[in-house]
DNA sequence: ATTCATTGCTACAAATTATGTAGCAATACT
DNA sequence: AGTATTGCTACATAATTTGTAGCAATGAAT
């Protein structure tokens, strides 16, 4: 499956409704990593894959070309970055650090 | 791997952040899906199959074990049902619907 | 002007993950 | 007793991701 469209069918719904072609996209190896990180400010090619530690720069060219035609990342003169709507899209998914703190607390019996 | 857990290294984290964490978890094929649909009520196996149209049994098998592990879902007399966290998590992820409901604008061109 | 470092990738094999289909034991219903 | 539904497991095939090597293009330093 390419790049998940809305309106045509995606990985796991043939209806292709908006939320499924974003789940789609999003959870594809790293893609919310870099958003999340693109949201500190823009990045190079090499500065994702740093930051993303253990990503195969196939994986990462997959997903930057995902995502910008996707519309929410774009090469800038400073390297790769949010557009408008990649940073509303952050706005909503950032919530989730605070939340992961506090769940993650559930597991520090081990 | 196994298991994202807060702490320890997660799929693309040595560090596991809770963040990392949580993005390892959601995004495996159909996490987030099932959130969704159990956000409408509690739902059965099969169920839950018929919702996500092509998952194999043995991804959603798999996939519910994770959730119940990280305390988001768990097995009740009606099927499987959010936890108290996970119907928080799902508070901070319903938002997207609306929202990717504009971003499919963007791809109506074609 | 030429080395040297950095950047933005591509290629490709190996490992991991997901799909698709079959099927089976355990309950519930008729 | 027979039939349907549920909650799975098994297993082969397909798709995705990782890990590593490497190379052309640009820029800085000598």
Same mark, same amino acid.
């Given at each position: /499956? $390419?790049? !998940?469209?809305? *309106?045509?069918?995606? +990985?796991?719904?043939?209806?292709?409704? !908006?939320? /499924?072609? #974003?789940?789609?996209?999003?959870?594809?190896? =790293?893609? /919310?990593?870099? @958003? =999340?990180h693109?949201?500190?400010?823009?990045?190079?090619? +090499?500065?994702?894959?740093?930051?993303?530690e253990?990503?195969? !720069?196939?994986?990462? $060219? %997959?997903? @930057? %070309?995902?995502?910008r035609?996707?519309? #929410?990342?774009? %090469?800038? @003169?400073?390297?790769? &970055?949010?557009?408008?709507?990649?940073?509303?899209?952050?706005?909503? @998914?950032?919530?989730? *650090?605070? =939340? &992961? %703190?506090? =769940?993650?607390? $559930?597991?520090?019996?081990?």
């Amino acid at each position: /499956m $390419n790049l !998940p469209i809305p *309106g045509q069918p995606v +990985r796991g719904s043939k209806t292709g409704q !908006p939320i /499924m072609a #974003l789940f789609d996209l999003l959870g594809r190896s =790293w893609a /919310m990593g870099i @958003i =999340w990180h693109l949201a500190k400010g823009p990045s190079t090619f +090499r500065g994702l894959q740093t930051y993303c530690e253990s990503i195969s !720069p196939t994986s990462l $060219n %997959k997903r @930057i %070309k995902e995502l910008r035609d996707s519309y #929410l990342i774009v %090469k800038t @003169i400073d390297g790769y &970055a949010l557009t408008e709507q990649g940073k509303e899209l952050y706005g909503l @998914i950032e919530p989730l *650090g605070l =939340w &992961a %703190k506090g =769940w993650s607390k $559930n597991f520090k019996k081990q």
